[in-house]
T-cell receptor
Framework: DAKTTQPPSMDCAEGRAANLPCNHS???????VYWYRQIHSQGPQYIIH???NNETNEMASLIITEDRKSSTLILPHATLRDTAVYYC???????????FGAGTRLTVKP | EAGVTQSPTHLIKTRGQQATLRCSPI?????VYWYQQALGLGLQFLLW???????NRGNFPPRFSGRQFPNYSSELNVNALELEDSALYLC??????????FGQGTRLTVV
């Protein structure tokens, strides 16, 4: 069973920041938070991951709360191509499998 | 560097037959994950292989099985196919703490 809770859907205006929340209240100390997205039945694409500190890469930023019970994925300037289902996963790298929840369907509108 | 490759891209089988799906991980990756994604639904975890051994399996019947070869490639076998097995089957590979990379999937249609 997935260990995360995400809103089923969100809308965002093109060019604005998209903030996707994820609750993982039962996360353990050695579990990382990973984000993936899936565009229309293609294979999911890795976005970013983190343990404690906030992370940023060319695609997105990941903000993890101090208690690590929730996180937010930020797409700073959403484009129409960012329309996808976004999945938040918690796992111990290479120590267990990856269980996906239902994810958040983000729709970026012009 | 080649990504995760899956074959075949599409597969059509008759109910009761067996299907074999293949996955080649990224070079050097030792873990392979299999997922089933029925139309319009989420990814359901099937199997996880690491270093040639099955580490865990999801809530699927025993007719879903697989193996990982010494070169870390993997096969997923589905016996006694049922109509409900029609889905996109996705394979992913990873190495240690790094992220997992997914292939584009095999679309299995059971008629």
């Amino acid at each position: 069973d997935a260990k995360t809770t995400q809103p089923p859907s969100m809308d965002c205006a093109e060019g604005r920041a998209a903030n996707l929340p994820c609750n993982h209240s039962t996360i353990s100390g050695n579990e990382y938070v990973y984000w993936y997205r899936q565009i229309h039945s293609q294979g999911p694409q890795y976005i970013i991951h983190g343990l404690k500190n906030n992370e940023t890469n060319e695609m997105a930023s990941l903000i993890i709360t101090e208690d690590r019970k929730s996180s937010t994925l930020i797409l700073p300037h959403a484009t129409l191509r960012d329309t996808a289902v976004y999945y938040c996963i918690v796992r111990v790298p290479n120590n267990n499998d990856m269980r996906f929840g239902a994810g958040t369907r983000l729709t970026v509108k012009p | 560097e080649a990504g995760v490759t899956q074959s075949p891209t599409h597969l059509i089988k008759t109910r009761g037959q067996q299907a074999t799906l293949r996955c080649s991980p990224i070079s050097g990756h030792t873990s392979v994950y299999w997922y089933q994604q029925a139309l319009g639904l989420g990814l359901q975890f099937l199997l996880w292989y690491d270093e040639g051994e099955e580490r865990n399996r999801g809530n699927f019947p025993p007719r879903f099985s697989g193996r990982q070869f010494p070169n870390y490639s993997s096969e997923l076998n589905v016996n006694a196919l049922e109509l409900e097995d029609s889905a996109l089957y996705l394979c992913a590979s990873s190495l240690t703490v790094l992220e997992a990379f997914f292939g584009q999937g095999t679309r299995l249609t059971v008629v």
